[in-house]
């Protein structure tokens, strides 16, 4: 079983950058898709991003344009670059294996947190 370990998670002010970092323990490839999630304090946990592994990527509607899925396929490793940060995109942000429909298809880790305030 292929683990994931995200990390890169911190303090931001608000219009800053972050870079979240999925680190792999196999081969990114031997999954359908990988997706960012997000779930912020009493609020449902949702799909940020994800990127499918002939590299097609899908971003929620309040993250387009803002924030940017890609991987290393040497390394093993998809990233999420976050720009234009904004306060409520505070929430831990988790990197998980999806299926071909984008559903959670593996075990979910500790996340990183990520806040953004002034």
């Known amino acids: 079983q292929v683990q994931l370990v995200e990390s890169g998670g911190g303090l931001v002010q608000p219009g800053g950058s972050l870079r979240l970092s999925c680190a792999a323990s196999g081969s990114i490839f031997s999954f359908n898709a990988i997706g960012w999630y997000r779930q912020a304090p009493e609020k449902q946990r949702e799909l940020v991003a994800a990127i499918s592994r002939a590299g097609k990527t899908n971003y929620a509607d309040s993250v387009q344009g803002r924030f940017t899925v890609s991987r290393d396929n040497a390394k093993n490793i998809v990233y999420l670059q976050m720009n234009s940060l904004k306060p409520e995109d505070t929430a831990v942000y988790y990197c998980?294996?999806?299926?071909?429909?984008?559903?959670?298809?593996?075990?979910w880790g500790q996340g990183t947190q990520v806040t953004v305030s002034s």
């Open positions: 998980i294996p999806a299926d071909w429909s984008l559903r959670p298809a593996g075990s």
